[in-house]
């Protein structure tokens, strides 16, 4: 199925595609085209059908929030002592009890939070596939707490659709709270390779079967972690996978690349995040706008200019921009 046009209205969405462009395809942007102008409205063609999933800890920050917390806080001596006692999970959740009791208020643990890295490419990456019509995901072995303060503090959070990960709430003596994702005792998931708190591949899973057969829908999944490869068993031959390179879940690919059926992409950094996470969308709208046939896009009721795709295609080394229409003029 041919993916409709899809509108992209926001003021923000089009100025950060317009940065985004402008810094890393120099050679389209054509200077003084009405399309450039910020605040117009932009028509983008055949992005819609990309699901991009995001692992959360050393992915989207630079830093495992769970380690940051308690290192931040000075409790690492004695998580690193409970460790080998009990699952991650139970301790992050004793951990916030211990720093409770030490008198670490919630703000104290907002406030820390606030301050984990991110490499400076993180959030434009992010902006970037959302103005191009990507539904933006996490699955996380963190928790809910960390991962919203820690989006809502970079004004991240309205560009991802779902946030899978370990429940948390506050109690009534202002303690966090940390609970398992599956209920461990009445529903335990059965895979051999996840934690007992959350395995990610049934989460992606039920993502690819919330979707009909029609509107069939591209992965990209990006992660770090053990807990990463579960879910790159499950994607598909027209999905992709991005591991981060050098780290367990890159390694185990590696040793076992025939059980990955995705297209394999690794990164090491933000800015490489970025690079091959743009490409990857641009490919699959391009290969799907091939499929789009003229007259569909003249039906469209105003005045634009169209990239020929054959230009697009004649610079395989950089990454090319997208097909994208002005609306009226
Ligand atoms: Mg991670
Ligand atoms: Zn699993």
């Keep these: 199925m041919v993916p ?36 117009k409205p932009l028509l983008i ?30 409790a690492t001596e004695l998580f690193n002592q409970l460790l080998p006692t009990m699952p991650w999970n139970s301790l992050m959740d004793k951990m916030m009890r211990v720093l409770h009791s030490q008198g670490k208020t919630i703000e104290d643990i907002a406030e820390c939070l606030k301050r984990a890295p991110l490499h400076p490419r993180i ?87 919330s979707a009909s057969a029609e509107e069939k829908k591209r992965f990209i999944y990006l992660g770090d972690g053990k807990g990463d490869f579960c879910p790159s068993l499950k994607l598909g031959e027209a999905d992709f996978v991005m591991p981060r390179k050098n780290f367990p879940v890159w390694e185990l690919i590696c040793s076992n690349p025939m059980l990955i059926k995705a297209e394999i992409n690794e ?23 091939n499929s789009i046939d003229s007259s569909q896009l003249i039906s469209v009721d105003c005045k634009f200019q169209i990239i020929p795709i054959s230009t697009l295609e004649a610079f395989p080394q950089a990454l090319s921009v997208p097909q994208v229409l002005p609306v009226g003029q």
């Design 267 to 289: 990164w090491s950094d933000g800015e490489e995040l970025e690079r091959v996470l743009l490409h990857l969308i641009n490919k699959i709208s391009i290969k799907e706008n």
């Design 123 to 209: 959030i434009p990456a992010i902006k970037s596939a959302h103005a191009l019509g990507c539904d933006l995901r996490i699955v996380s072995d963190a928790n809910l707490f960390f991962i919203e303060t820690i989006l809502k503090h970079h004004g991240i959070m309205g560009y991802f659709s779902e946030i899978n990960t370990n429940p948390s709430f506050i109690d009534e003596e202002g303690r966090l709270r940390i609970l398992p994702y599956h209920d461990i005792t009445s529903s335990p998931h059965e895979c051999i390779l996840c934690p007992p708190n959350m395995c990610k591949g049934l989460v992606i899973e039920r993502i690819q079967n």
């Design 45 to 74: 063609v055949g992005m819609a059908g990309i699901v991009v999933v995001f692992d959360f800890d050393k992915t989207i920050i630079d830093c495992d929030s769970d380690n940051w917390v308690v290192d931040e806080l000075g």
């Design 4 to 39: 409709g046009p899809l509108m992209i209205a926001d003021q923000a969405a089009v100025e950060s595609m317009i940065l985004i462009t402008l810094e890393n395809f120099p050679s389209h942007a054509i200077p003084g085209n009405r399309f450039w102008d910020a605040g």
